[in-house]
RNA sequence: GGAGCAGUAGCUCAAUUGGUUAGAGCACCACACUGUCACUGUGGAGGUUGCGGGUUCGAGUCCCGUCUGUUCCGCCA
């Protein structure tokens, strides 16, 4: 595993900081690295001494060695020496190599370092992200970093080689491409030979790897670099890793059983301290995981699903509810295990976030020794608080939340309840993973303007027994869509796509195109999809979110080596910069300043 | 694009209603110390309170502007 040089004339050292022992007692070693944690003692100095591997102590006398009192943080040094028992009662049980010191008989100095902006190891408050950003050289020494890039790689190695066992083949596309028809912003790259026109960085390898299976390669994975220009989050960066795969003469269930396979393998390879949930993946279709948890990719290491209130609270004479559902809306209900004892400031506070999440109020009920009160308390008689405890399962100590809204609405506001919830009651588990499938997408979404968008990408193909739905309820329509979901967040996502023309280019109708448009946009891929196009599937997979999950950190910023901050901005080189006129000229770039 | 929060020593933070010379811990420097391991002890240095303007007898504190960072929404699979 480790690639330290050992070899005993090694000019560097003959052993890592991590592997010295109990065994290998009066035995000489060299070895390098930084300075740790320097003690002087006066008539002894100690010295931990940091590699990538490890920590070891070095007993250093000044009398011998005289520069080892000028020793510092981060200096870079070489020792020779003796390895040697810790003394009776010395021994450090909380370091690998604490049974053991090296007596230092030769000190090189490599070289000396300025004080660090901030400790390697702090021992006090977090340091402030922008301050690591700029500093990521050293930011990257830390344990923590170290480990979640080490894990990064072990996930990827595993993957890579699973895939190869399966037949799969791993090809690179290219990084300049032509724009592509997903929804976001693309990163524009000018053409230096060609004045006024552009290449854009691919937001995924989608069309490229379709093109793979009508070339015949039936199975391609890839661990391609995506960059989307759009606004950053916790999980999202502007370029990003996604292990993306095709294949071809497949259903649905030929790729979910391979990426089943996958994230299970995967899982207990590279965390084998985590517990799963479940060994089998539960599949939920887009409507039950809505309906149930109010998310299209629910956290299911808890429970607490939403559930339906509308015969329990309609003609109570509550005016409000009885207008919204005689709007349309429906009643559904959220319990709250221990609810009843929160605060009043608390309700309010969900009372609040209810209206952020497209709710006109939140209606609250409350059940504890002393009886019931609550928002709605006054229409509920007692037969009726039974029903609904009865119904709903709520016990003594509980609160029920309910929300009348249009059902989309009504869920998805629970469901950010939920959530938040969860986080207060403590419900949430690291250790535990909880993988989920969540199938049959709708295959269109209204936009905010009205009009129709695809909700996956166009080429995603409806259920054979939709397809009818295209032409009379399209909305309604559902596709062969399958994301994967750990512990509620998004891990990846894959759809079956369409291969036939006809069905095609009637998507690209009801999208709103007209055949100018389609002929622009994808008139290279339709002219490929003519050559004999085999049925097949596939999915990509963010491997950025996985590592974050797998190693427990907060962003994907921790899990990548050099992250752009929330700005999209590269802290440490400064990037991105203005570039001089003679570079934009020679790109045929003119730079006008903004007129609004 | 919108909203909130933050910016004080190298780092993490404090500074009461606007009131003395802006403090602490860690880090740093010097000296002492042969068994520490977040060594210890003594001493020391370190600040244009992000920047610009305003109110006031007096501003780290209040107001306006601006920059930077950050969180959320919009956006984004």
Known sequence: MEIAQKHPTHRYRTHTCHELRADNAKGTV????????????????????RDHFGLTQVVLDPKVLPEAEKLRSEWVIQIEGTVQLRPEGQANPAMATGDIEVIASTLVIHNSSETPPFEIESHGGDVAEELRLEYRYLDLRREVMQNNLKLRH??????????????????????????????????????????????VLPQSPQQMKQLLMVSGFDKYVQFARCFRDEDQRGDRQPEFTQLDMEMSFVSQEDVMAVLEDWAL??????VPHKTLQQEIIPVMTWDEAMDAYGSDKPDIRFDMRIQEATPLLSNLGIVFLDNALAEGAVIKALVVPGGAGFPRSVIDGYVELAQKNKAKGLSWLAFDDNGMRGSIAKFVDEPTAEKIKETLKV???????????????????????????????????????????????PLFEKGDDGSLGASHHPFTRPLEEHIDLLETDKLAARSYTYDLVLNGVEI??????????????????????????????FGHILKAFSYGVPPHAGCAMGIDR?????????????????PKNQKARDLMFGAPTPMPLSALHEANIEIYEHLD
Request: glycine share 8%.
């Open 492 to 521: 990846g996502g894959g759809s079956v796509r369409i291969h036939e023309q006809t069905l095609q280019k009637r998507v690209f109708e009801l999208l709103g195109m007209k055949e100018e448009e389609i002929q622009q946009r």
């Open 30 to 49: 060299k070895l390098s690295g930084w300075v740790h944690h320097r003690r002087d003692h006066g008539g002894v100095v100690f010295v931990d001494l």
């Open 395 to 441: 016990s003594q100590g509980d609160a029920v939340f309910f929300v009348a809204e249009q059902w989309e609405n009504a869920v998805s506001c629970l469901g950010a309840l939920r959530l938040d919830l969860a986080k207060r009651l403590n419900l949430l588990d690291n250790n535990l993973l909880a993988y989920l499938w969540v199938t049959e997408f």
């Open 546 to 562: 996985l590592v974050m999950l797998f190693a427990d950190q907060p962003t994907i910023r921790e899990v990548i080596a050099f």
């Open 154 to 199: 072990r996930i990827m190695q595993w993957s890579r080689s699973y895939f190869d066992a399966k037949g799969f083949l791993e090809i690179e596309t290219p990084m300049l491409v032509k724009g592509t028809p997903e929804g976001s912003r693309e990163y524009l790259v000018p053409s230096r030979l060609h004045p006024g026109e552009m290449y």
């Open 265 to 270: 393998g995967v899982t207990k390879a590279a």
